[in-house]
């Protein structure tokens, strides 16, 4: 049998994916390191389907029809450049590699132009939604050689969720545009989950909430402009008893949260290009706290502070709880958008906003019925600077920049950390400021290191002896 497509990998995303472009038709070769894998998938759930299995690599590529079609699926990082050395010479010019590991976005840029040496083409893809949406339908971010993208388009926006506007696959830009466009979205994935995690823990201490009555409340708010995936699966975490001890699950997870890099990445490389994202950044660093389970736990027998109770009425904290949480969750997605825009004038990715909004709305860990007016107000206007200057959001900022003022002050008040809805105000506060303190900072500047500085009444760059006054 002639493959119409590989897959390299068989850990559970790539032999999910295999399995989901099978069942949309196509002959998928497989291939993975160690050969159990290979057989797991082609003696399980492969069995009987159009899989062909291969256990060398020039076997895989021999199997697959011209120009061939590669997906490799195996772990980011050294993992990746181990299977493209031992691939790429086996392959003719013209086939196709796709990388739809997390990859970081400047080993796509390495990895391309190794490709591009060999007359090979090379996609970097995005891949998100986690094992089921391998299988059923995730949202694919694919950027690179645009010709290469042709030849596996059908494939891949058949293999992709099929959102409310379309498949949930585009090609997003040249270079490594995709893999930059997923680390983009990990990274508001991290904030937007922080976010809620914020949420709990004021609903937990502040409120004395149990996690079924919790979990009534995230539903509640699931049903309207919210709703999404990340809410979804956090009612259905809450409701969740162990088996063993009957006890809400989610108290017996130790609560240190672990990370695979690409929120770290998307900060470091907001700080290296000047985007603010600090909602971002604040959700990494507070897993960066979390992990001192240790040092927090000497600590807490030390640092007094107050009873983390709000002591207010309950409907009204949890009424205003929903606003901040609708504000910071939107600054999230504003804020990712905003370091793609700004990337993409750098680094000519010449990226569609509102059609990443798009390939997002299905399929991806960040999918939410908010990326309706996002995709929206991005259409309407592509160069929007700030999603808060648009309808719908000026107005729910209006509504509800009071409730996110008072759930970061009563958090605080009660010693409840609420980094990633704080740093949300904190931004938007600083960004809707026509005179922020920096001429303070700049006078300073120019006191110790004769910086220089502009003034607001005449033209010209100025310095002043400061002591001498
Ligand atoms: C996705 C996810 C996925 C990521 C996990 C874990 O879009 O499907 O982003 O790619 O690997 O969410 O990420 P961390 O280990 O960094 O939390």
């Known amino acids: 049998m002639t493959a119409d497509v590989g897959v390299v990998g068989m850990a559970v995303m790539g032999q999910n994916l295999a399995l989901n472009m099978e069942n949309k038709g196509y002959t998928v070769a497989v291939y993975n390191r160690t050969r159990e894998r290979t057989e797991e998938l082609a003696e399980g759930r492969g069995r009987g389907l159009r899989i062909v299995p291969t256990y060398d690599l020039p076997a895989f590529v021999s199997a697959l029809s011209r120009p061939r ?26 086939d196709l590699v796709m990388d739809g590991g997390n990859a970081h976005f400047a080993d796509t840029e390495r ?11 090379y996609l970097g893809v995005g891949v998100s939604g986690g094992e089921y949406g391998a299988l059923h339908g995730p949202a694919i971010m694919p950027g690179g050689h645009r010709e290469g993208y042709e030849t596996v388009e059908e494939v891949l926006t058949e293999t992709a969720a099929q959102g409310p506007e379309g498949p949930c696959c585009a090609y997003l830009g040249p270079g490594s545009a995709g893999h930059y466009v997923k680390m983009v979205h990990n990274g508001i994935e991290y904030a937007i989950m922080q976010t809620i995690a914020e949420s709990y823990d004021v609903m937990k201490r502040g409120l004395s909430m149990a996690p079924a009555e919790m979990a009534e409340v995230f539903s509640r708010w699931n049903q309207g402009e919210l709703a999404g995936y990340l809410l979804e699966i956090t009612q259905k975490i809450l409701r969740y008893s162990d088996p063993h001890t009957d006890e809400p699950l989610v108290e017996l997870v130790l609560d240190t949260a672990q990370q695979k890099g690409t929120g770290k ?23 960066i706290v979390s992990a001192l389970k240790g040092e927090r736990m000497a600590a807490s027998e030390v640092l007094g502070g107050p009873a983390p109770e709000l002591g207010a009425d309950k409907n009204q904290v949890l009424e205003e709880m929903h606003g901040a949480l609708y504000l910071t969750v939107v600054s999230a ?22 059609e990443v909004a798009r390939v997002w709305m299905d399929g991806c860990i960040i999918r939410s019925r908010l990326l309706f007016p996002i995709r929206k107000a991005l259409s309407e206007k592509p160069d929007l600077p700030f999603l808060f200057l648009a309808a719908p959001f000026s107005s729910r900022w209006r509504e509800h920049h009071c409730a996110l003022r008072s759930t970061v002050a009563s958090a605080h008040q009660a010693g409840i950390p609420v980094p990633a809805m704080s740093s949300a105000l904190d931004f938007i506060d600083g960004y809707r400021t ?36």
Do not use: C
């Open 69 to 94: 079609r590669v997906l490799s699926m195996v772990k980011a990082g050294p993992g990746t450049d181990a299977v493209l050395e031992e691939l790429f010479p086996l392959l003719e010019e013209g």
């Open 111 to 121: 990895r391309l132009a190794q490709a591009d040496r060999r007359g090979l083409r």
């Open 265 to 287: 990445w998307s900060t470091q490389v907001a700080l290296d290009e000047g985007a603010g994202a600090p909602t971002i950044a604040a959700a990494v660093f507070a897993r």
């Open 333 to 354: 997605y504003d804020q990712g958008l905003r370091q793609l825009r700004q990337a993409s004038a750098e680094r000519g990715y010449g990226l569609s906003l509102s």
């Open 434 to 469: 026509g005179r922020l303190p920096a001429n303070l900072i700049q006078a300073q500047r120019d006191f110790f290191g004769a910086h220089t500085y502009q003034r607001v009444d005449k033209d010209g760059t100025f310095h002043t002896q400061w002591d001498e006054l």
